[in-house]
């Protein structure tokens, strides 16, 4: 199984979230996630500037197997995206916890962070998946 960093938060659908303190946010997809899509091809960000919802569809990561909607785990407005996805995703691939990242937004209600799963409870979402 994938090592799961301590310092995260996650969706049940496979996104994660650093809190960076200063009210920013990190997003991306956790190692789970792209193993199960395969080599990365494409990825669509949002836009800097834009505000993203909670739970609502916000990017799109696509392997050669399918096309993936990512959530946003907390509403905020986008701050800054990955851009170097646009010419490599599979950075995802090789670090999806570090390099990989897709996006920081400022975030709306911190309030919002205590709904998300612990890495524990993560991982155990993932054991009860197999």
């Given at each position: ?78 701050t ?32 919002q ?18």
């Amino acid at each position: 199984m994938s090592e799961i960093p301590g310092d995260l938060k996650f969706l049940k659908t496979h996104e994660w979230a650093r809190i960076e303190g200063d009210g920013k946010v990190t997003i991306g997809i956790s190692d789970h996630a792209q193993g199960l899509l395969g080599d990365l091809v494409y990825v669509e960000l949002p836009a800097v500037g834009e505000r993203v919802e909670a739970g609502n569809a916000c990017a799109v990561v696509e392997s050669v197997k399918a096309a993936s909607d990512v959530y946003a785990p907390v509403s905020g407005k986008v701050t800054a995206v990955n851009s170097v996805l646009a010419d490599k995703p599979e950075t995802i691939n090789e670090d999806a916890y570090g390099e990989g990242w897709l996006f920081t937004l400022e975030i709306e209600d911190a309030e919002q962070l205590n709904e998300l799963l612990d890495p524990d409870d993560y991982a155990e979402q993932l054991d009860d998946d197999h």
